[in-house]
Structure formats: structure tokens, C-alpha cells
């Protein structure tokens, strides 16, 4: 009888297998350790070498992203290192390549192989001046990625993707709050027509990292920074960039000092014409929007648990803030 196999929506690949498969294909000294660090939209390995070298190997979900979507981030990667922005890079296999297709039960996967980024997370959050120099770098990367080209294609970080798109994916669980779902299509139609006629053009419009908050950076004691995790990145509007440091940073209690040093530093690089400054509220909107449709998709796969009533009246709690005179303080 020919062996058949339960059909999969995710596998956890073994830590085993993927170094004797996957991890072979780098030129490392021997690994000593391969272990399941983190699942989030990716899963994340921390892998350690006998010469004491840190890795991070990162295997795509398969219902998250293709491999031209893979390629376009691994591309930015090598291009902005290149260009000395401190980015996590990306290592190329023996036979040069980026990453390395992996035909798990589910469907394609792809791994990928970062350096560990030197440092750590900030303890208690940013600092004013590490704000600052966050702000100043994510500057930089908005001004060199204006060069950027490629022939992977990536989904611009555009209004349609990001509010009607999320739309799409959150709507069916309002079917049962039909104020909920009106007020929700409302405030996409408001933000929509509020940025209505943002230029899509150098320096306003670059390559975006897509998830700028401290959870995605290391500094180490001397205040240097690398950045990592680009899953979302994308061409847009080097406005919502910071629109959506500003909604998370807030979201989670940074104070607004340490926000405003991030302003501060982002400037000492370019400058933010006063049409930005009023876009960013209507972006911080765009940014919850689009990060409550990225979180259900997760959900959907890994924890359908979370997606009760409480979980939507939250996300609407804070899309209403988002929406006040405060929303600054939120």
C-alpha cells in the first residue's frame, strides 16, 4: 500500500533535519545547537556554531509569502548593507544563493540565514537617545532605498492593500456586529480620503522596513543598532514609516519623549514637509488596520482561540483612540 499522509496546514520542521539539510548548504564550522527561537509570521532557529558564531536561520510560512516576495526582501537586505545600513544580512548559500526552498508537507518553504544581530533588545524600551539614532537610521534607509530596484515583486505598501485588503480579511468576523463593521468601513473611507493625493514620489515614497519598533532592533552597549526582521517591508510612503513607529511605540506605552527624539533624529536626515505631519494620524489608522488583518491571518493558523469578541472589541477600542484628538496619548 503506497504510504499517504494526513494533508497539513503548518509543520514544525526539525531542528535535526535542518541542520543536516538545510544548514549544510552554508559554509559554517560545525553547529552545536539548532533550536526553535520564535514563531511569529516566519519561524525563527537560533543556531550556534563551535567557533561560538550566532545565527539566525528564518523558515517563510507557506500561506505568508511567496518566494519572488522572499527574494525582493533578501535583495533590499544585501543592497542596504551595501550601502552601510545596519541591517541583520542575509548569508548566501555555497552556491550563492539567498535562500533555499524546503518542500514541507504544507507546500513550499523557504529558509534564509542571518547573521545574529550584535546586541540586544532594549530593556525597558528605547531610551531618548537610542530613539534618536533609530530615528536617524530609519532616515538614511528611506533615502539610499529611493535606488533600489529589483526584479522580485513585492506588494507596495499602497491604501488598497493596506486598509481595503484588510478589509477583506476582518470583515467576516464583524457578519455578527454590524455597527462594528460600519464604523469600521467608515473610518477606511475617511482615511482614505485624507490621504488622498500623497505623492508617489522620491523622497516621500521609498522602500519601507514595514515594522519599525524596538521589538525589531538590537543596540548594543555603545548605542550602535541593527536592524532586523523585514517581512513587511515594501514599497510606500516613508510617512507611514513612521506613522507606524509612532501608533506601536504608543500602543505599548514608550513615552512621548522617546517618540519625539525618534522625530528628532529622523530629521537631522530628511526633513517632514507639514503634509506628512498631518498625515500621520490617518497612517497611524492605516497601520492598526493593516497590522489587525496581519494578526488574524496568524491567528487563523496558530490560534483561533484568540479571535473572540473581546479580541475584536479591543482592536476596535484602540482603532477609536487612534481615531481622537489624543491620539498621541494613546
Same mark, same amino acid.
Given at each position: 500500500m503506497t504510504a499517504s499522509f494526513f494533508p497539513v496546514t *503548518?509543520?514544525?520542521?526539525?531542528?535535526? /533535519?535542518?541542520?543536516?539539510?538545510? =544548514?549544510?548548504?552554508?559554509e559554517l564550522a560545525d553547529v552545536t545547537s539548532c533550536k526553535l527561537w520564535h514563531r511569529g509570521l516566519s519561524d525563527v532557529y537560533l543556531v550556534e556554531t563551535l567557533?561560538? #558564531?550566532? *545565527?539566525?536561520?528564518r523558515v517563510s510560512h507557506a500561506h505568508w509569502r511567496t518566494k519572488s516576495e522572499i527574494d525582493f526582501e533578501l535583495e533590499l537586505l544585501v543592497f542596504l548593507q551595501q550601502r552601510q545600513i545596519p541591517v541583520a544580512r542575509p548569508l548566501r548559500t555555497i552556491d550563492e544563493q539567498l535562500s533555499i526552498e524546503i518542500e514541507a508537507p504544507e507546500?513550499?518553504?523557504y529558509a534564509a540565514l542571518f547573521d545574529f544581530a550584535p546586541g540586544q533588545v532594549p530593556l525597558g524600551d528605547l531610551s531618548k537617545d537610542q530613539g534618536q539614532k533609530l530615528g536617524e537610521t530609519i532616515g538614511r534607509l528611506h533615502e539610499? /532605498?529611493?535606488?533600489?530596484?529589483? =526584479?522580485?515583486?513585492? #506588494?507596495?505598501?499602497?491604501?488598497?492593500?493596506?486598509? +481595503? +485588503?484588510?478589509?477583506?480579511?476582518?470583515?467576516?468576523f464583524l457578519q455578527h456586529r454590524p455597527q462594528d463593521? +460600519? *464604523? =469600521?468601513?467608515e473610518t477606511i473611507s475617511e482615511v482614505k480620503q485624507k490621504l488622498q493625493g500623497m505623492p508617489k514620489d522620491p523622497p516621500f515614497w521609498s522602500v519601507c522596513w514595514g515594522d519599525p519598533h524596538s521589538g525589531n532592533v538590537h543596540f548594543t552597549d555603545d548605542n550602535h543598532v541593527t536592524l532586523f526582521d523585514f517581512d513587511q517591508c515594501g514599497y510606500g510612503w516613508r510617512a507611514f514609516e513612521i506613522a507606524k513607529f509612532l501608533h506601536v511605540s504608543a500602543r505599548t506605552g514608550m513615552q512621548k519623549t522617546v517618540r519625539d527624539s525618534f522625530l528628532e533624529g529622523y530629521q537631522t536626515v530628511q526633513p517632514v514637509t507639514p503634509e506628512e505631519e498631518d498625515s500621520m494620524q490617518p497612517f497611524s489608522q492605516a497601520a492598526h488596520i493593516w497590522q489587525w488583518s496581519i494578526g488574524l491571518k496568524?491567528?487563523?493558523v496558530h490560534d483561533n482561540c484568540r479571535l473572540d469578541d473581546s479580541y475584536f472589541s479591543h482592536r476596535l477600542r484602540q482603532l477609536k483612540m487612534l481615531s481622537s484628538p489624543a491620539w498621541e496619548l494613546f
Open positions: *503548518y509543520s514544525t520542521l526539525a531542528c535535526d /533535519a535542518l541542520v543536516s539539510i538545510v =544548514l549544510l548548504n552554508f567557533s561560538n #558564531q550566532s *545565527y539566525v536561520l507546500g513550499k518553504r539610499v /532605498a529611493t535606488d533600489f530596484h529589483s =526584479l522580485a515583486n513585492r #506588494q507596495p505598501l499602497t491604501l488598497d492593500y493596506l486598509l +481595503d +485588503d484588510s478589509l477583506e480579511a476582518i470583515a467576516p463593521h +460600519d *464604523y =469600521l468601513v496568524s491567528a487563523k
